[in-house]
């Protein structure tokens, strides 16, 4: 019995020696301006000399800085739509299926906030039926509404 813990103690700590290990290496070699990518869902440049236990400092550099007036926003719009998870971290809103009020379809939507900035950039909506993705024209509308709510809550704020 002892030993059992003393190999489960011994194996966790190999585990986060080696997690920890990972942000100490250094590839001279890789040209940084490789990784830098300029747009599109992945617009947040990797960092060099980054590790795990970064997560955990309590500096708040850790994540991504998401704009409050969007994720309100995005909260107040589809409020008829359940929420499975929100993380304002990562900036990730997804919901189960709803019914719009007066609506026939139920929907379902992933929301991702990517940037601190009030800005269309920074909010990607997608919807999806139980028959599939929704035309882009419903999508743009209702990004449309998140954007125009979050100005309405920016207005309110006083942040002009």
Not at 15 to 37: T, W
Not at 52 to 58: L, N, T, V
Not at 98 to 125: E, H, M, Q, W
Request: proline fraction near 6%; glycine fraction near 12%.
């Amino acid at each position: 019995m002892i030993e059992f813990r003393f190999k489960t103690v011994g194996v966790a700590l190999m585990c986060v020696l080696l997690i920890a290990s990972c942000g100490g290496f250094k590839n001279v070699k890789v040209d940084p301006e490789a990784r830098k990518i300029e747009s599109g869902p992945d617009a947040n440049p990797v960092q060099s000399g980054t590790s795990i236990f970064d997560a955990f400092k309590g500096d708040g550099s850790a994540g991504v800085k998401v704009n409050r007036f969007l994720w309100t926003a995005s909260l107040d719009v589809l409020d008829f739509l359940p929420v499975q998870s929100a993380d304002p971290f990562t900036g990730v809103i997804t919901t189960g299926y709803g019914r719009p009020p007066g609506g026939g379809k139920a929907y379902r939507a992933t929301i991702l906030i990517s940037d601190p900035a009030l800005d269309a950039r920074s909010l990607n909506v997608a919807l999806q039926s139980k028959g599939g993705p929704v035309s882009a024209g419903t999508q743009h509308a209702v990004e449309d509404a998140i954007l125009s709510r979050a100005r309405q809550l920016r207005i309110q704020a006083g942040k002009f």
